[in-house]
């Protein structure tokens, strides 16, 4: 499985805390996230990708504490076992 | 007056030897808006030993808000000289130093502090403000944005950077919503792992605390 946890404005808006899919071979987290939102009623993508699926600034995106833009970007491989985490933080202070 | 007396109430909670240690050190505060206002008066009303500030803000009116130090008298003065009067009135055995400056590529933190608390408004900001920091210090990073908030502790040279870990955050167009008792909730968690930090027992070390201040969750992201 791989497990996927939404903090902030993302748990908010989808109003859970996380949610598992099995892996399935050669994905990449860009292919995984438009498959979680096909799971989930809420669509979220949004938030994350503009209209050519390109990587939004706003939200981190990590894969196993690892922020995705020092690995391959939405290019990066997800396998069993791996936690993706989405998390918009807050700016101000 | 004795500091005994001054103390008395937290002595009961943590005890002499945990006084000494927080009259015994010093502290940078970035950023003396929201975060760092309320940071300030509690680490000095705690009785720590030296505070740096870091700030080169004019008090205008949107900052009364959520701004503790400060009031529509000091409308037009500068953040530092107001902090510092404010702070030396509740407790003047605290030294309090001022650095007026933005922080940018020409930051250097004094050689005498190895805490420092982020209570920036920006990013770009807080990154110039982690590479001004010696190798080993601890950094706290505070941020709050309308709902929600977050506090972390970084040690500079064995965590993974703040730069790298908050790549593909961005900062918001305009003006950032920020509530007067949202500000105070993060800064007193701030204050509280400050605190922390000065025993040795950082909580928040390589860890995200997210606070959900509608709905009063709390979530935890190890990094």
Known sequence: ?93 | MSATERYSRQILHWGEERQQQLEAATILIAGVGGLGAAVAELLVRAGIGKLYLVDDGIIDWPDLNRQLLYSETDIGLTKLEVAKQKLQQINSNVVVELLPQRIDATFHCPSDVSIIADCLDNYTSRFHLEAGLADESFLIHGGIEGDQGQILTLKKGQSHPLADIFAGAQQPAGDIPVSGPGATIISGYMANELLNIILGKPQLLNRFMIVGLSDLHLDFLDV
Request: proline share 5%; hydrophobic share 40%; with cysteine.
């Open chain 1, 1 to 93: 499985m791989i497990k996927v946890q939404f903090y902030s404005l993302i748990r908010l808006l989808l109003k859970q805390e996380k949610f598992e899919l099995p892996a399935s071979d050669k994905e990449n987290v860009g292919q995984f996230l438009q498959r979680l939102q096909q799971q989930i009623s809420t669509p979220f993508l949004h938030k994350l990708l503009d209209r050519k699926g390109e990587l939004i600034l706003g939200t981190i995106i990590m894969i196993n504490r690892r922020n995705i833009h020092h690995l391959d970007k939405l290019e990066t491989p997800v396998v069993c076992g791996d936690v993706i985490a989405l998390f918009p933080p807050g700016a101000g202070g």
